[in-house]
Structures are given as C-alpha cells and as structure tokens.
C-alpha cells in the first residue's frame, strides 16, 4: 500500500474509532466520512462495509486480547488466569458500545469479516476456561460459548448508564458463579 493510501486509511480508523467510541457501533458512515473530511466513496473504497471497517479497527485488539490469554496460560493460576482475562475482554468491549451485538452475530456467520477474530477470541477463553475445568476450579458445565455470551452480557451492563455503576460487582457475582469455591472462599482444586 502506498503510503499517502496508508496515511489516508490510518486517519479513517482514528475518526471511525473516536465516532464509535462515542456513539456506539451503528454510527453512519456517512458521518465518518464528514468527520474525516472524505467523500463516502473514499471511505467504502477503503472499507466496502461496517463490519470490514470495525475488523480493521478491531483487529489488533482481537490479537492482543487473544496473545493476552497465551501469556495468562503461562503466567497465572488458573483460576486468576480466566478471571484475569475475562475482565480485559469486558473492560475493552465497553469501549465500543454496541460491538458486542456484532460479535455474538459474526460468531455463526461465516460471511462477516468479523468471523475469524472473533472465534479466535472464544477459542482463546474457551482454553483458559478448559484449563480452569481441569484444574477443578471452573463449572464443568460452562462451555466457550457460555463464556462469549457472558462478555457479551457484562460489556452490555457497562452500557448502561443506570447499571454501569454495579458493572464491576455483577462482574464479581458472575466470576463467582463460573468459579467452584469451597466454603473457605477459596477454590477448590
């Protein structure tokens, strides 16, 4: 890519980033495009749809978040681990309000240009929780997918401003209940 093209594209995903962050994931492109002073022909030319523009905005989060599970694995117990990485996925979900309807969509659907990233995503929590079940610490009866919708869910309480001020105790009771805990409070092993 040229660089004045890279240049150009780099400011479209600043704006579109600001935009979203703002007003949330079904913000026009249209405004896009009028905040950052292209044409929307410029901006589908770079993007031909939402979806490719928030996988291109999206996508180093989706790999940090996921590199971010491999260094957990390693790193944390396991039950510290699932916990640890279930509160960055909610925490950077907040900041796109909405994203988390387009994730849960793009999950089933092979077409969306969000599809990859976001079954890499599960997969990563799908092996911390794995390895939490292993180690007696996690519900055996929670699955991938389970811990998907319960970002999905979370990130929406943090959307909502009467509930944003309970979201880090919902949080903890959602932890909890994921979590096996022995009557000390600690977990079980």
Same mark, same amino acid.
């Given at each position: 890519?040229?660089?004045?093209?890279?240049?150009?594209?780099?400011?479209?995903?600043?704006?579109?980033?600001?935009?979203?962050?703002?007003?949330?994931?079904?913000?026009?492109?249209?405004?896009? %495009? +009028?905040?950052?002073?292209?044409?929307? !022909?410029?901006?589908?030319?770079?993007?031909?749809?939402?979806? =490719?523009? @928030?996988? *291109?905005?999206?996508?180093?989060?989706?790999?940090?978040?996921?590199?971010?599970?491999?260094?957990?694995?390693?790193?944390?117990?396991?039950?510290?681990?699932?916990?640890?990485?279930?509160?960055?996925?909610?925490?950077?979900?907040?900041?796109?309000?909405?994203?988390?309807?387009?994730?849960?969509?793009?999950?089933?659907?092979?077409?969306?240009?969000?599809?990859?990233?976001?079954?890499?995503?599960?997969?990563?929590? %799908? +092996?911390?929780?794995?390895?939490?079940? !292993?180690?007696?610490?996690?519900?055996?009866?929670?699955?991938? =997918?389970? @811990?998907? *919708?319960?970002?999905?869910?979370?990130?929406?309480?943090?959307?909502?401003?009467?509930?944003?001020?309970?979201?880090?105790?919902?949080?903890?009771?959602?932890?909890?209940?994921?979590?096996?805990?022995?009557?000390?409070?600690?977990?079980?092993?």
């Amino acid at each position: 890519m040229r660089a004045d093209a890279r240049k150009n594209r780099d400011h479209l995903l600043a704006v579109a980033g600001a935009a979203i962050t703002e007003q949330g994931v079904e913000v026009s492109l249209r405004d896009i %495009a +009028r905040r950052a002073d292209v044409g929307l !022909a410029t901006l589908l030319r770079h993007f031909p749809t939402r979806e =490719a523009l @928030l996988e *291109a905005l999206l996508h180093s989060s989706f790999e940090e978040l996921t590199q971010s599970a491999r260094e957990f694995e390693t790193s944390s117990s396991p039950e510290d681990a699932l916990v640890s990485w279930l509160r960055d996925c909610v925490g950077w979900t907040t900041e796109y309000r909405g994203v988390t309807v387009l994730m849960a969509a793009a999950i089933d659907d092979t077409e969306s240009a969000l599809h990859a990233s976001c079954v890499t995503l599960r997969a990563a929590g %799908a +092996r911390l929780l794995t390895r939490a079940q !292993a180690a007696g610490v996690a519900r055996g009866d929670v699955d991938g =997918a389970d @811990l998907f *919708a319960l970002i999905a869910m979370l990130a929406w309480l943090g959307d909502q401003p009467s509930l944003a001020p309970r979201a880090d105790h919902l949080f903890q009771v959602v932890a909890d209940a994921i979590l096996v805990r022995g009557t000390s409070g600690r977990a079980e092993g």
